[in-house]
Nanobody, 125 residues
Framework: QVQLVESGGGLVQAGGSLTLSCSGSGPSFNNRNMGWFRQAPGKEREFVAA????????LVADSVKGRFTMSRDSDVNVAYLQMNSLKLEDTAVYYC??????????????????WGQGTQVTVSS
């Protein structure tokens, strides 16, 4: 069974940067596409970024395109979300998720069946 643990969240000023990490364990972690989602207070969870199991292709949401980059290091079973030029509206709890085995990379949350506990990112003015 895959398990995911996020880290790297915190408080940052607008315009700053943070890198989130998602450490995975379990035999199928490196065979799964990975995604990052976020949920702000009072809002629905939304897609942020995804990457294929090989790390060769990534998707990012329009709202973060050009600012956020997702990557993964299969040697250490970690997926990353590099966040630059952070804005107030990026404040949210960020979750990493593992895609269902043999599924295509997608922005749909119901295609991910393992979730981390979340890490808070707060952007201040």
């Amino acid at each position: 069974q895959v398990q995911l643990v996020e880290s790297g969240g915190g408080l940052v000023q607008a315009g700053g940067s943070l890198t989130l990490s998602c450490s995975g364990s379990g035999p199928s972690f490196n065979n799964r596409n990975m995604g990052w989602f976020r949920q702000a207070p009072g809002k629905e969870r939304e897609f942020v970024a995804a990457i294929t199991w090989s790390g060769g292709t990534a998707l990012v949401a329009d709202s973060v395109k050009g600012r956020f980059t997702m990557s993964r290091d299969s040697d250490v079973n970690v997926a990353y979300l590099q966040m630059n030029s952070l804005k107030l509206e990026d404040t949210a709890v960020y979750y990493c998720a593992a895609g269902k085995v043999h599924s295509s990379m997608t922005m749909r949350s119901n295609s991910y069946d393992v979730w981390g506990q979340g890490t808070q990112v707060t952007v201040s003015s």
